[in-house]
């Protein structure tokens, strides 16, 4: 089964289809056959819709916004700022843990799964990227569909916290209707965290406001 064939089985895209229609999802397609036949991009192409498969719409109480996969060999994993378990965090996943460690006692892991699993939607607003060149597929087909996810998100009646780190991820505001939770810091990056994301506490003030709160230990702490 292809990732796009994957994809269409989840409760994202039926509403997703409604709003973009299928020449939109064909062109998707036509890339994602383009980029990954004529170089090496991450993550690996069964993982590219990954977050959507493990984090239903139905499911998703929190949006952790993430901006393109890691572009190291081995690291993205189809989640923001997750990378598989046995890789070396990267050092904006290292200082989400020492925030994550201040504010509930979580100790460091890699795979953040068990949060998707828990209804952490962590979706990059571009889902591939060529090797080593960072930022390299923005711009050309993803916005469009990952708008949409934070658009169709934040149009439910169902209260979701948005975690929006670094100015990147505070553009999206706009696309996040009333009624919701909108958490915002500096970007977890070596180069801003101790600007304001060390002791921003986002994890227990999301759960301050979800009726079902998080489980930010999960089965991997």
Known sequence: MT???KFKQTDWYQPLLAELG????????AFLDEVYDTGQVFPAKQNVFRAFELTSLAQTRVVILGQDPYHGEGQADGLSFSVPDGVAPPPSLRNIFKELETDLGVRERTDLSDWAQSGVLLLNSVLTVSAGQANSHQGRIWETLTDAVISLVGRR??????????????KKKALIGPGHEILESVHPSPL????????????SKANTFLENPIDWLGGKA
């Open 192 to 203: 801003s965290a101790y600007r304001g994301f060390f002791g921003s506490r986002p994890f």
């Open 157 to 170: 009646t169902e209260l979701t916290v948005f975690i929006l780190w670094g100015k990147f991820a505070q």
């Open 22 to 29: 299928s020449d939109y999802f064909e062109q998707l397609e």
């Open 3 to 5: 990732s796009m064939e």
